[in-house]
C-alpha cells in the first residue's frame, strides 16, 4: 500500500540553525500539506501546497518557513532560523483531491531544538 | 478556532461501545475523524462532508449534524487495538483548489483493557 514517507525521523539542531525537513508524497497525489504537533498537544495546521504554489498558510507559518517541491517527488518545509519553541512532531501529509478525499499522514519527524 | 471533543478520556473494558463526539462554533464543510497511536503519525478513519457523502473504514460509523456543526465517532465493539487518541479535524469552507486545511480537535484518550 503506498504511503507517505518522511526524512529524517529525528533531527535536533542549535537555536537558530536552518533544518530542512523532507517528505515524499504518495506518488499520484496532488495536494501536500505541513502540520505540526507539540508534544502532547493536538495537531495544528501549516501550509497547503497545490499546483506548485502555497494554498493556504496559518498563522504559524511565518517568514521563517518556507516550502517547496524541488522535483516531481519530494515536498520540503525549510526553517530558516529554527528557535526552540519550534521543537515539535511535523507531520507531512497528501491527498488525491479535494471531495471526499482523506489525508494520508507519514511517519513524522522529531524536531528538537536546544 | 479548534472544535470541542468530549469525552477527554475513556477506558473501555474489551467489547464495549464508545461515542466520541466533537463540535464546533463555526459552520463547518467537513469532518475528518484519525485515530493516533503514541510516537506514530495520526490514521485516516472516516470522512464526512456537508451534504452527506461519507467515506471510512468499514468497521467504524460516525454522523454529522450540520445544522449543529457536530460529528459524533461511533466504536462498536471495542477491541484493544482501538486504544489511542482520537482526533477530528475540522474544515470550515473549501478554497476550489486550495486543499482541506484541517483544525484538529485536542483529542479525545481512548484506552481499551481486557
Known amino acids: 500500500e503506498p504511503e507517505v514517507t518522511q526524512t529524517p525521523s529525528h533531527q535536533v539542531t542549535q537555536m537558530g540553525q536552518e533544518v530542512i525537513l523532507r517528505c515524499v508524497p504518495i506518488?499520484?497525489?496532488?495536494?501536500f500539506y505541513w502540520y505540526r504537533q507539540i508534544l502532547g498537544q493536538k495537531v495544528e495546521f501549516l501550509v497547503s501546497f497545490y499546483n506548485n504554489e502555497i494554498s493556504e498558510k496559518s498563522e504559524i507559518f511565518d517568514d521563517q518557513f518556507s516550502v517547496e517541491r524541488p522535483d516531481g517527488s519530494n515536498f520540503t518545509l525549510k526553517i530558516r532560523s529554527t528557535k526552540l519553541e519550534d521543537s515539535a512532531m511535523y507531520f507531512c501529509a497528501s491527498s488525491l483531491g479535494q471531495g471526499v478525499s482523506e489525508q494520508y499522514f507519514g511517519p513524522g519527524t522529531r524536531l528538537t531544538v536546544t | 478556532q479548534q472544535p470541542v471533543q468530549s469525552p477527554q478520556a475513556v477506558i473501555l473494558r474489551e467489547g464495549e461501545d464508545a461515542v466520541i463526539n466533537c463540535s464546533s462554533s463555526?459552520?463547518?464543510?467537513?469532518v475528518h475523524w484519525y485515530r493516533q497511536k503514541h510516537g506514530e503519525a495520526p490514521v485516516f478513519l472516516m470522512i464526512l462532508l456537508k451534504g452527506g457523502e461519507q467515506k471510512g473504514h468499514e468497521k467504524i460509523s460516525a454522523s454529522f449534524n450540520e445544522k449543529k456543526q457536530q460529528s459524533s465517532l461511533y466504536l462498536t465493539a471495542s477491541q484493544l487495538s482501538y486504544s489511542g487518541t482520537y482526533f477530528c479535524?475540522?474544515?470550515?469552507?473549501?478554497?476550489?483548489?486550495?486543499?482541506?486545511?484541517?483544525?484538529f480537535g485536542t483529542g479525545t484518550q481512548l484506552k481499551v483493557e481486557l
Open positions: 479535524g475540522t474544515e470550515g469552507s473549501r478554497i476550489t483548489g486550495g486543499g482541506n486545511k484541517l483544525t
Open positions: 506518488s499520484n497525489h496532488l495536494y
Open positions: 463555526k459552520a463547518l464543510y467537513s
